[in-house]
């Protein structure tokens, strides 16, 4: 009986998707950042496939902050109202996460942030930077990275600063819910981890989400642990929340997903994400 109640409550629901990208300033994050073929691909998977938003914000700030937290709120909140969902399913990649999960673990900071949690069923996280990165110390440290990095992660702005892993580690342990030994998140927020970077010339599979990003990803693999996208361990990307798949256990041919390639429609990825939807 409860079950049907389940598969009835979600029938009879209004569901919608958010997207929300990573670090970055941004005004066109369908083109610029996840690509129509994504989008477009995930969202055919609701019952109305007009029920979704693309966020477009300012996440080079601190994720607290009214260009990040602030904008992410209120898009969201004008969607949830101008829609009238009442089932939200958030899809956040990268930095985006950290920038969701404060919303879910602060939600006296801003009015608008109970609405918000209200609605949300789940956060699909891919790769999110839950533990910083090895990456972002770099950069603050002013070694070559900043250079190499500039076109990924952006240089010393706030965001960079607040993704460097002893920053990451007082937050996730004063101000933010899901990782050990703290509060769960009222909400689940689910993994989807990368574990690898194929970038053989050779290997068509190199080429989705782009060549050249995949060759960078692979060279700052080498500063990172055995088991990263390029640019976050796993254990970073495995921080907060669950553990919903590692990449190679759903991805098509058992590939690996890059850093860039876990914001494309790379190997079955949208099809996943799109399926999901519906529960």
Known sequence: MLALLAISSVCTANTGVAFVHGTGSQSNATNDYWKPEFVNNVRGGLANSANYVVINCDFTKYMWDSGAAGCLAGQLTNFINSRGITRLIVITHSNGGNVMRWILSNPTYDSRYPLIISRTVRVNALAPSSAGTPLANAVIAGNVFESVLGWLLGYKNDAVRMQQTSWMAQYNAQNLYGTAGRPALPKPFRAVVGTDVDSSPFDS???????????????????????????????????????????????????????????????????????????
């Open 205 to 279: 599979d190199s080429w989705c989400g782009g060549y050249a990003e995949n060759v960078g990803l692979e060279t700052t693999q080498l500063w990172l642990n055995s088991c990263s996208d390029g640019f976050l361990d796993c254990s970073s990307q495995s921080a907060a929340g669950t553990v919903w798949f590692r990449d190679t256990a759903r991805m098509r041919g058992s590939e690996p997903l890059s850093h860039n390639q876990s914001r494309r429609a790379c190997f079955g990825l949208d099809t996943i994400l799109r399926s999901d939807l519906g529960s």
